[in-house]
């Protein structure tokens, strides 16, 4: 089949608008928080108290983290920046041969670096709800699978209902980190939210 030059260019204009169109309604629905590394999390609803993950900073072992009796999990992420918007996909390991008992998929916490350390993005308007507690026995291989979008619904819904994001989600450097491993291990990977 055969085309002529107009027909091309025609086609490749028409392709163009078509894009930019789709580029400007992206633009407008882009992360609305702080950029870069804040002084800190301030969020401006009264009645908001910012949820404190129960794990140390020091705590936090990056892509494979040990438990005390030597067990290993391995954390992996599908790539290290991601877009506002994009599906971020991470997945626990157990890499020992070993059965071993672990918290629930909920106990997850995303933080967003700052000058004053590391802090939660989600919290609640009063009393932090209750996050479950009962044990998961996973074999070796075994873990769980999370593919979050990266927006403040989503991220809210990844612990228990009445979590909510404050401030909105900027571009900046964020964390995951899963805090349900045997003798208070906590496994975690940096992404960064590039807007």
Known sequence: MEFSRRALLTAAGAGVAGTA???????????????????????SDEGFERFDPPFDDD????VTARTPDGHRFELAAQGTQQS????????????????????????????RRTEAGWQEVRGADGAIPAFPDEVRTVGSGGGYAWSVRLREP?????????????????????????????????????FQIIG
């Open 154 to 190: 989503e991220i809210a819904a990844l612990g228990p209902e009445g979590l909510r994001v404050c401030p909105a989600l900027g571009p900046g450097v964020h964390r995951f980190v899963f805090w349900g491993l045997p003798g208070d291990a906590a496994a975690g990977r940096e």
């Open 21 to 43: 169109g789709c580029l400007d309604f992206a633009a407008g629905d882009g992360p609305q928080g702080p950029e870069g590394t804040p002084a800190s999390l301030e969020c």
């Open 59 to 62: 705590a936090v072992q990056y």
């Open 84 to 111: 506002y918007g994009n599906e971020l996909r991470v997945t626990l390991r157990n890499l020992s041969d070993a059965e071993i008992e672990i918290g629930p998929k909920e106990l997850v916490s995303i933080q």
